[in-house]
């Protein structure tokens, strides 16, 4: 459990490192406001972040349960993401008219972005442990049963 939760959280600080990147691009050039900007940040470091956790962290491989696994993945990732996008948002509603150098603002977007993910981490990280973790060992305990050497009937073998 210990090495799963490691690599959940590495793969989260990647696809936050991404969402960052974007985030930074996007509202810092000044491309998009503060709520489209952090929405395309969050989509766009949420989907690797599934691969990631998908693969790597829980060792999940092949098409058996996936839509179960998106479909896990999707509520609990868009529910902590609305509420990244609307906390960032808030954010520069507040700091907007106070802060006029677009670079700071920018700043406190990105931190207000990463510290609204932190209370649901460990949260998520449960709630996708159960999809995940139960998945793998249904794929691992079937009930299917093979004999060990089976012989055509009326044959031995030596």
């Known amino acids: ?22 985030l930074f691009a ?3 050039w000044g491309v998009l406001g503060a709520l489209a900007a952090s929405t395309v940040a969050f989509v766009v470091g949420a989907v690797p972040h599934f691969v ?10 092949g098409m058996p349960r ?5 479909v896990g993945y999707l509520v609990v990732t868009l529910l902590g993401g609305l509420v990244s996008v609307l906390l960032t948002a ?5 700091i907007g008219p106070l802060v006029a150098d ?9 931190v207000t972005y990463v510290l609204s993910g932190l ?4 949260a998520k990280y449960a709630f996708l442990d ?26 031995t073998s030596s």
Not at 52 to 61: D, E, H, K, S, V
Not at 104 to 110: D, G, I, K, P, S
């Open 52 to 61: 990631m956790i998908r693969w790597w962290a829980w060792g999940q491989r």
């Open 102 to 110: 677009r670079a700071a603002r920018t700043l406190v977007l990105n």
């Open 130 to 155: 159960r999809v995940f973790a139960q998945d793998a060992y249904a794929a691992t305990n079937s009930t299917r049963v093979r004999a060990a050497n089976p012989v055509a009937p009326g044959t």
């Open 26 to 28: 996007l509202y810092g």
């Open 1 to 22: 459990m210990r090495v799963r939760f490691t690599r959940y959280s590495v793969a989260s600080l990647v696809a936050t490192g991404i969402s960052q990147l974007v």
């Open 66 to 70: 996936l839509t179960r696994q998106v």
């Open 90 to 94: 808030g954010a520069d509603w507040l």
């Open 119 to 122: 209370p649901v981490f460990v």
